[in-house]
């Protein structure tokens, strides 16, 4: 009986390997290819973003050559965003903005900032940070209540570039001669412990120029 047995299972096995057989051959090569894919993938992606690092980096040391010239350099950084990965364009991005401010060419820079303040695909970090770098370049141009509005938020307790948003937001108050909200700003800044030094100390001038 165990040999009958025993050959009923191989029986089985054998009819079953008939019919599934190359079905499975068929999964295990698309699992393959799928895993050679993913990793050719992998690979691509790292010989993007180490030849996104090697132009940034070269276009990083054009800008800070002595008697460079900034909107050349700005262009460079344009150029490397049209390419690079997510992150190396953010940061190339921002680099163009500050370039352009740079060279003289604020409304150039104004663009570029609130092109990537208003990136939703961007992290939240770096938009804000684009906002803030906004709003201090907009001080001489733009409407008063508009860069107060798109800078508020930014001076929310807890929020990542709080102190920087309210030393703007003090420079704007101070600008349209209303001393008491440029105080409250400035008094905001000396009172939060994670505000950086050279913030503190900047805040610290300022309220003393007030006469507080």
Partial sequence: MDEVDEELRAERAQR?????GGALT???LVVL???AGWQGWKWHEAR????A???????AEGAAAEGADMAAAAARFAAVASDAPPGYRTLARLRQAALQAEAGDTPAALATWDALARDAALDPLYRDLATLMWGLHAL??????????RLLPLAADGAPWRASAREVLALL???????????????AILADAATPQGVRDRATRLLSGLGS
């Fill in 140 to 149: 001489d141009s733009a409407e008063p209540g508009q860069v107060e509005a």
């Fill in 33 to 35: 290819a799928g895993v």
């Fill in 173 to 187: 108050a101070i600008r349209r001669g209303q001393a008491e909200p440029a105080r409250r700003a400035l008094e």
């Fill in 26 to 28: 068929a999964l295990a």
């Fill in 53 to 59: 690092a090697e132009t940034f980096l070269a276009a």
């Fill in 16 to 20: 079953l390997a008939k019919r599934y």
């Fill in 48 to 51: 993007q973003a180490a030849a």
